[in-house]
Structures are given as C-alpha cells and as structure tokens.
C-alpha cells in the first residue's frame, strides 16, 4: 500500500518513511505544504500522514482541498500543536485521527493500519472471512486455524485484497500500491504471485478465496464473517 | 453621588435654590416696603384731614364734628381709627369706628413732630399707627397741647403680602420645577452618547460587537477612538500570546519527535529506552506548560461568549472519528442557549480533555451534560460542565492524588494525567473546581463548576 508522508522536519520524515517501508509500505514524501498538495492530489495513495505545520501550506489546508477534490483516502494528522481547538479543526477539515508529536513509531504504525482497515471496512484489525483469518498486527493468515506462511510480498498482497474485500483491484493498481516507485513493474510478477497466493491458501482448490476478473484484475470473493 | 447626572441635578438644584431664594427675598422686602410707605402716606393724609377737620368749641377745647369726611372713621371695626387725646392722655375724642376698642396710647411724640409706630389692639390685632403732638394757639392767646393719632389695622395688608408671597412661591416653584425638568431632559441628550458608549461596550463583552462604533459626538471620539486601540491591542496581545505558545510547543516538540525516531534506529535498547524516558518527561513538561489557560492574559472585555452546544458536537464528531472502532455512544443535556464567558480554545480543552478521557475509559457510553450554575442570573454567567461513563471509574485515592497535586509525571493513572492537570488549571484560573465523584453510568463522572465572571474577575 502506498502512503504519503507529508513533513517539513528532514530528520523525522526519513526515518517515519524508513520505518514505514520497513513495515511493508511504499511511501511518497513531501517536505512542505505545496508538494504535499501535489503528491495528495496526484499521486495514488492509500493513506496520507500529513503535519499540521508546515511551510508554504498549512496541513490544515491541505487537507481541505483534498477533501474538497473528492479523495477519500484516510488522513492522519502529526501535531505538536496540541491543543484540542487544533485537533478538532484538523479533525473537522476532513483528517481521520491524530498523533501529538513526540511519538513512539509503534503508535503511527497502529493508526495508519487502523485507518487502513477501517477504510476497507472492517472494524478490528483480525480480518475473518469465511475459513480465512488475517491478523494485520501479527501479519499472519489462517485458513481453519492454521498458519499458512507467505512471504512478506504475498502477505502485502492478500491484506490489500482482504482490506477491500469485494472490490475489484487492477493490476496496475496492486504493482503501484505494493512497490516502490523505482522498482521493475512487470503486472506479470503479480500473476506469478497470484498464482503463488492461490496454492499456499487454497491448495485443493475448495475455498477460492481470490476471484480473477478477465481485463479487469482481481478481488477478494470470500464474505466478511464480521460486520462493522 | 456617582452618576453624573445626579451630581449635575443636584449642584443645578441647590443653585436654583440659592437663586430663587434671593430673588424671593428681595421681591418680598421690595413689595412689603412699598406697601408700608403707601400706607404710611395715607395715614398722614387722614391725620391732615382731622386736624382740619378739629375745631375748638366755646370753652377752648378742640371739639371733633360729629361726623368725618372719611366714611371708615364712622363704620364700626373699619379698621381706620382716630383719636384725640390731651398731653395728660386723657381720651377727648375717639372715631365711631374705634367703639369698644382700645387703641393703646403708645409713645406721644415731642411737640410738633410725627411719629409712626406700630402697635396692636389687646386681640392682637397690628396696627400701623401716626401721632401728632400739636401746640393749639387759641383765640385768646392762650396754647393748649393735644396729640392725635391715627390708626390703621394692618390685617389686610398682612393678608395681602401673605397672598403676594403665596403667589411668588407659587410661581418661583412652577418655574424652579419646570427647569429643573427641562435640564433633566436636556441631560438625558447630553448624556445619551456615553450611555451609547456603555451600551456598546457591553455588547462587545457579549460577543455581539467587534468595536465601538464612530458615531460618537467630537469630545467622545477621543475616547471611543483610545476604546477600540485598547481592545485590539488587548485583542492582538492574547493571539500574539497564544501564537508565541503554539510556536514554541512546535519548535520543541518536532526536535523532539525526531530525537525518538533517531532513537528507535540505535541498536542499544537500554540507552535508548532511559533516553526515551526523559524525551517523555520533557514533551509532558512542554504540553503542559505550555497548554496553560490563555483565559489569564485576556481580560473578559475581550471574549466572546462560548456557543457551547455547537462546539461541543465539533469535539463529538472528531472523537466519533478518533474512537470509531470502539463507536462509544454519546449522551449530549446542554442548556438551550448555553454559552461559556472565555476563550474558546479554553472551552475546548476542559471539555475535550474530559471527553476523551471518558472516550478512552468507557465501555459503551459517554455522558457530557453543560448546564449554568445553580443561581446565576444569566445563562451565560456561569457553568457547570460534568462528563462521565460506564468504564472502571477512579479510585477515590487516586482521585484524591489527581486532584491535590499539581501536574503529574508518573503514570499511575495512564491517559488521566496531563488531560486532567490541563482541566484542573484552567478550571481554575476561571475561579472554578474540580471534583470527581462516581457516574450513575457506573464509571468516572468528572465535574467542573465555573463561577459567573464578575466573581471570576481579578483572577
């Protein structure tokens, strides 16, 4: 998934990027309120982390315009202002939650993947559709209780499908999300991967758990256990 | 004594006191002496008559005729009367009109000379009165003394001054009270624009206005001119203060951040976590400093009252946000109307803090109720703002330990702390308590009571 990092502090943007990438994610990054704008409006992302403070534009008015321009796209605020007169505005102009400034990474990465999954729909972070369980803080899958062990790029993969379970996700859409800018696109490597996910998770072909939709792409066909 | 006008009516009163009170005087002294000097000549004119009307008889004595020219000395109680005594004072002759009265003798004069005088029947009765001693030369060379006197009742003319009086204070008063009205009004217009000035202050301090109009008269611009300086320069002053506060929070805190994350690079867990602890210590140092209530370096002037129930849906609906996996449910009782005398930011940390305490405590439900203190007049005088839910609660020691101590820096109640020193300080600096009690939710119900402010004046 890919997630944009707005924040004029070099130091604390690169190692919030870091991080993050660590943990699975592309991530765009912008250090004032102008590129910002530009990579929110323009670029396809998931998530925006934007701070509230920044130069050129404030975050506060980034957030109104991309709200404004329609994208819908979860919003976490970075803030030292924190003052609830601030975080309301922040929250009001369209943001989703916030993290007050100094922050533990643990606690940015526990919202962006709240945010993630709620977007998706599903209200805890242990996704259950039909036999499959996906535990987003483990970053584990179960098919009937047990483990299936995927590689960290196929585990990339099925949360994205599960996440927005039910809707139809191109090729394109999936190589923009789970790679980098630079890296190699080739939609071939995710049918590969595809493929790959389909015998790890549904060896005799019983559950089919991803559906492929001829020129469109794919989509995760197992109903929701639990409803938000 | 304070109100300008009652000074004015009052200073104008005693001046039209002493005024008219002269002038009364001296048309009273004026009136009654040239009445006494009219009646003075008419006695003379009497007694010129009766001594040509005085003829001596055969033996030689003076003989009055038995009936005078002027009818009043014949009608009996005229109060014109006339006598004619001898040196010895013996009575020779009285007018018919003195019948069965005593006119007293009273001082003769000298030979030949008038004296008036004033003196009264035994009733009481005041009267002017003439004498004359006169040398009577007889026929045969002989001379024989004789006074006469001449007396005149001044009852009427008592009476008449009494009514001349009358009719003065009559008059003097209508005019005095007529004055004084118009004076009144003519204040009530001269004053109007300082009431406009007063009327417009106070609706600046209920939020309705920015700054004094400018249709003031020309010796009041000054004044409404220095007015509008001192609000926006009071105004400029609270957001330079709180501009300098939200800067300085900003500049420490992003260091800050980007300190723990450098941190959370390190391979050594142990420095780093000893670190973290003091970079914690300095952001709960920061936050709370520099969260302190703006409210203290505003005056009242300069606040606008707190539409309460409209930010406190914009405080529910950015924790409906924040809190939307656990989706707590909101139980709003806020007074019709309810405003809060403050600033707004202020407003927004108690109850927000206090929310999202709860937000964060409570199992399913969320009670925020604001309503005015018991006995204030006006809604916007006071506040009773009380948030509670159905989580574990407070332990009446902790409670006691959050309430009693300034900030704290442990962590023995997590997520309580800071929110809860913010709330207590602010509270305070509004002249107002804290006090936290069980909810009938079953949880934490943490009440703040804010006093009206012009008991919270002075703070």
């Known amino acids: 998934m890919r997630l944009l990092v707005i924040e004029d502090d070099a130091t604390l943007r690169e190692s919030l990027a870091n991080k993050l990438s660590e943990s699975g994610f592309a991530v765009e990054q912008a250090a004032d309120g102008k590129e910002g704008l530009y990579f929110a409006s323009e670029y396809p992302i998931d998530l925006a982390i934007i701070d509230l403070g920044l130069p050129e534009m404030s975050g506060l008015e980034i957030i109104k315009q991309v709200r404004a321009d329609g994208h819908t796209y979860p919003i976490l605020i970075l803030t030292a202002r924190d003052r609830w007169e601030d975080k309301v505005d922040g929250l009001s102009a369209g943001a989703d939650d916030y993290v007050v400034k100094p922050f533990h990474f643990e606690e940015v990465s526990a919202r962006v993947n709240a945010l993630l999954r709620r977007s998706g729909g599903w209200a805890s972070s242990v996704l259950n559709a039909g036999p499959m369980t996906l535990d987003m803080s483990r970053q584990e899958v179960l098919v009937n209780d047990e483990a299936i062990e995927l590689t960290s790029f196929e585990y990339k993969i099925i949360e994205y499908l599960m996440v927005r379970a039910g809707k139809v996700i191109s090729k394109t859409e999936l190589t923009d999300r789970l790679y980098d800018q630079d890296f190699e696109r080739d939609s071939n490597v995710i049918e590969v991967f595809i493929g790959r996910l389909r015998k790890k998770l549904d060896p005799d072909n019983s559950i089919k758990p991803i559906e492929t939709l001829r020129g469109r792409g794919y989509r995760f066909a197992l109903e929701r256990n639990q409803v938000d | 004594m304070n109100s300008l006008s009652s000074r004015l009516l009052i200073s104008v009163s005693v001046l039209l006191l002493l005024f008219f009170g002269a002038t009364i005087a001296v048309l009273d002294r004026a009136f009654t002496e040239a009445g006494e000097q009219a009646r003075r000549d008419i006695l003379d004119g009497h007694l010129v008559a009766l001594l040509a009307a005085a003829e001596p008889d055969d033996s030689g004595e003076l003989v009055m005729p038995d009936r005078l020219r002027e009818p009043r000395f014949e009608r009996i109680g005229s109060g014109l009367y006339a006598e004619l005594r001898n040196l010895e004072g013996k009575v020779l002759w009285r007018s018919r009109s003195a019948l069965g009265l005593e006119v007293p003798e009273g001082t003769v004069p ?138 300085l929070a900003h500049s420490l805190k992003t260091p800050l951040a980007a300190m723990r994350a450098l941190l959370n690079s390190r391979q050594d867990k142990d420095f780093g976590e000893r670190f973290d602890e003091q970079i914690e210590r300095m952001d709960e140092i920061v936050r709370y400093q520099l969260r302190k209530p703006a409210a203290s370096v505003a005056d009242n ?124 300080d602010i509270a305070r600096s509004y002249g107002g308590r804290l006090s936290i009690k069980t909810s009938d939710l079953g949880g934490a119900e943490i009440m703040v009571s804010i006093p009206p402010v012009t008991t919270a004046k002075g703070q």
């Open chain 2, 110 to 247: 000298e030979l030949g000379n008038h004296l008036f005088g004033r003196e009264s029947f035994e009733d009481g009765t005041p009267l002017l009165t003439l004498s004359l001693a006169v040398d009577w030369e007889l026929d045969d060379g002989d001379s024989k003394s004789y006074v006469f006197k001449v007396a005149e009742s001044l009852d009427g003319f008592n009476a008449q001054i009494a009514g001349f009086r009358k009719q003065l204070f009559g008059w003097f008063a209508a005019v005095a009270f007529t004055m004084l009205l118009a004076f009144s009004m003519l204040l009530r217009g001269l004053l109007k624009p300082l009431r406009q000035i007063e009327t417009e202050i106070t609706e600046i301090e209920e939020g309705d206005r920015v700054s004094l109009s400018s249709k003031f008269p020309t010796e009041l611009t000054g004044v409404a001119r220095n007015m509008n300086l001192l609000i926006d320069s009071e105004r400029a002053r609270s957001d330079r203060y709180r501009y300098t506060l939200d800067n």
């Open chain 2, 301 to 424: 002037l300069v606040l606008a009252p707190v539409p309460v129930e409209k930010e406190v849906a914009r405080l529910i609906d950015g924790l409906r946000k924040v809190y939307r996996d656990k989706h707590p449910e909101f139980e709003v009782r806020i007074e019709k109307g309810m405003q809060f005398r403050g600033d707004t930011g202020d407003f927004l940390e108690l109850a927000g803090n206090l929310l999202d305490n709860a937000c964060k405590w409570c199992e399913r439900k969320v009670r925020i109720s604001v309503v005015p203190s018991v006995g204030a007049r006006a809604i916007a005088s006071g506040m009773v703002l009380t948030v509670g839910d159905d989580g574990p609660g407070i332990p009446q020691d902790a409670a006691d330990a959050l309430l009693q101590r300034g900030m704290r820096l442990d962590e023995s109640t997590p997520g309580h702390g800071i929110g809860l020193a913010v709330v207590k």
